[in-house]
């Protein structure tokens, strides 16, 4: 699987957008962006997943660049309950067995100040 | 809406006990898998199931065994509960669809203590 790389940590201000990137030089072709994240003390929580296009959903918009090397998270109108890990993940979309498991990595802890 | 249940939230065990910790999900998915989480290390992949019955080991399966008899339940038995065992435990679930095997619902976890 691609590497992904991301900010440790980044602060936001309630009410502002929050743009989270995501580095993945190495994705391959047939590899999608996958966006969870987790709230302290909880499970993690997927959120939204492209390929090449920018995708939105009602908690989220993704922005993926054209040469699919990195990619935004957008929360556009961010709330003291978005305080949360936020975790990229690329993969291939088709992993039979075991290999379906997800890989976290460190994430980027967004913190939303009032 | 889509609901993954662990049995607890918090738990106390003391060593050399069975520890088995239940989780449900209501979505009739295929796939279930048993996770820990410790600080730095991300979360671990300890067992997975793609089917009633059925199971495959994870990264790190030792002193773990599971159980799935039904496919809304899988079960994680700690067989003889160490003190490493001491973690936060997830459970999740997912499809088989091509997309959805990476889209997994996960539930609030099982934070074990062993004594």
């Known amino acids: 699987d691609a590497k992904t790389t991301q900010p440790p940590s980044m602060d936001c201000a309630e009410g502002r957008a929050a743009n989270l990137p995501c580095n993945h030089s190495?994705?391959?072709?047939?590899?999608?962006v996958y966006w969870y994240r987790q709230i302290h003390s909880q499970g993690p929580q997927y959120i939204i997943h492209?390929?090449?296009n920018n995708e939105t959903n009602e908690m989220a918009s993704l922005i993926i660049t054209e040469d699919r090397k990195s990619s935004t998270l957008i929360l556009p109108h961010a709330t003291l309950r978005d305080t949360a890990v936020y975790y990229c993940?690329?993969?291939?979309?088709?992993?039979?067995?075991?290999?379906?498991?997800?890989?976290f990595g460190k994430g980027t802890k967004l913190s939303v100040k009032p | 809406d889509v609901k993954v249940t662990q049995s607890s939230r918090y738990l106390v065990k003391r060593t050399g006990e069975k520890v088995f910790l239940e989780c449900v999900q209501d979505?009739?998915?295929?796939?279930m898998f048993w996770y820990r989480q410790d600080p730095g290390l991300g979360l671990r992949l300890i067992y997975f199931s793609y089917d009633v019955k059925m199971k495959e080991k994870g990264d790190i399966p030792e002193g773990y065994s599971v159980s799935r008899e039904k496919k809304e339940r899988f079960s994680l038995i700690l067989e003889s509960a160490s003190t490493n065992q001491t973690s936060m435990y997830l459970c999740?679930?997912?499809?088989?669809?091509?997309?959805?095997?990476?889209?997994?619902?996960f539930g609030a976890g099982t934070r074990l203590s062993v004594l």
């Open positions: 190495t994705i391959s072709g047939n590899e999608y």
């Open positions: 999740a679930s997912s499809s088989t669809g091509t997309l959805a095997k990476n889209i997994q619902y």
């Open positions: 993940i690329v993969r291939v979309a088709d992993y039979g067995g075991s290999q379906g498991n997800l890989i």
């Open positions: 979505m009739d998915h295929e796939n």
């Open positions: 492209g390929l090449k």
